[in-house]
């Protein structure tokens, strides 16, 4: 890179532009201690963690940071509320992946074949789960079908049979309702 010659206001542009890249810095650090309070205070409401607000306040000071070139100044709170809000996200989503379920077999876990017992009850819940479809009037099995096996969405079950959108979710509620009343057993 050439030198380049002092200016008459005293020191190189690449001088100015190095002062006036550490005044941003230090402005970006003030705005995050300027909000670090309200952040953590935001950070409890959402994982009522010490621990996670600690490991939070750190991940978002660190991404604020790496991204302090392109921070505006103006929208800088924005910015830094949004960081942790993602962060916080990733957190819990992470937590919903990670976390085990104490009352499973870790066992029945690894072993993928179900016992024939366990078949055998599949089998029948399956046909059991058939004939309460095929009990559905004609449009509402349609319907049913299209959007619980199909997986289409209502807006396109909606075009496919010329039906409103409004007509698909009645039709899918009282599927619902139907197979719930013929699979659910009443207790007595």
């Known amino acids: 890179m050439p030198l380049q010659q002092p200016t008459a206001e005293g020191g190189s542009q690449c001088e100015r532009d190095v002062v006036s890249g550490r005044a941003h810095d230090q402005q970006v650090a003030a705005i995050f201690e300027q909000y670090s309070a309200m952040l953590k205070r935001y950070m409890w409401s959402k994982v009522r963690s010490q621990e996670d607000v600690a490991d939070l306040m750190h991940e978002t000071y660190e991404r604020f940071q790496r991204h302090r070139d392109r921070i505006e100044l103006a929208t800088a709170k924005n910015f830094l509320f949004t960081i942790a809000r993602n962060l916080i996200i990733d957190r819990v989503r992470h937590k919903r992946v990670s976390e085990v379920d104490q009352d499973v077999d870790v066992e029945q876990l690894l072993d993928p074949l179900p016992t024939p017992e366990q078949q055998v009850i599949d ?66």
Do not use: W, Y
């Open 123 to 188: 089998a029948e819940a399956v046909k059991a789960l058939n004939s309460a479809i095929e009990s559905l009037p004609s449009q509402c099995r349609r319907v049913f079908v299209m959007r619980k096996i199909h997986q289409l969405s209502q807006k396109d079950i909606a075009e496919k049979l010329s039906i409103s959108v409004s007509t698909v979710e009645k039709h899918i509620a009282m599927g619902m309702k139907q197979c719930r009343q013929r699979l659910v057993k009443p207790l007595g």
